[in-house]
């Protein structure tokens, strides 16, 4: 769902390029021709992240890491509400939190997927030690 909303936005900067190109070329404003380059680097940017991810899935290019992990709250560190699954010394970001509770002490079964380009978090799930599911992004 993730990958359709950054291709929206995408293509409304897109839509919006082509209407400022098109009122600067009428009026020979300077705000109008500053909007269109502001709308050129939000369209390559969101285009070009939205591409990549895009290209990831459509070719597989995924890491599955599986095993015992626990999972940190990012958000003292960064200010967001992303979450860390820890791997050993291997840490991924997701930015789903699970509705379960975690952190250092709190050991689970988890499996994660990743992308390759980006190592951004797509899916990951934690099962109890037993093996019963906790928490699912899928």
């Not at 509770?101 to 390759?116: N, Q, W």
Request: charged share 20%.
């Amino acid at each position: 769902m993730e990958i359709v909303f950054y291709w929206f936005i995408g293509l409304l900067c897109l839509a919006s390029l082509v209407i400022y190109w098109m009122e600067w070329r009428k009026t020979r404003d300077r705000v109008k021709l500053g909007q269109a380059a502001i709308a050129i680097f939000a369209s390559v940017v969101v285009l070009g992240m939205a591409g990549m991810e895009t290209y990831d899935r459509m070719t597989t290019n995924y890491i599955v890491e599986t095993g015992e992990c626990y999972v940190v709250d990012d958000r003292s560190s960064k200010g967001s509400s992303n979450v860390t699954l820890w791997f050993g010394e291997r840490s991924y970001g997701f930015k789903e939190i699970p509705d379960v509770a975690y952190g250092p002490g709190h050991v689970f079964t988890c499996r994660a997927t990743m992308t390759k380009q980006m190592q951004s978090g797509i899916d990951y799930e934690l099962r109890s030690l037993d093996g019963e599911l906790l928490f699912s992004t899928e």
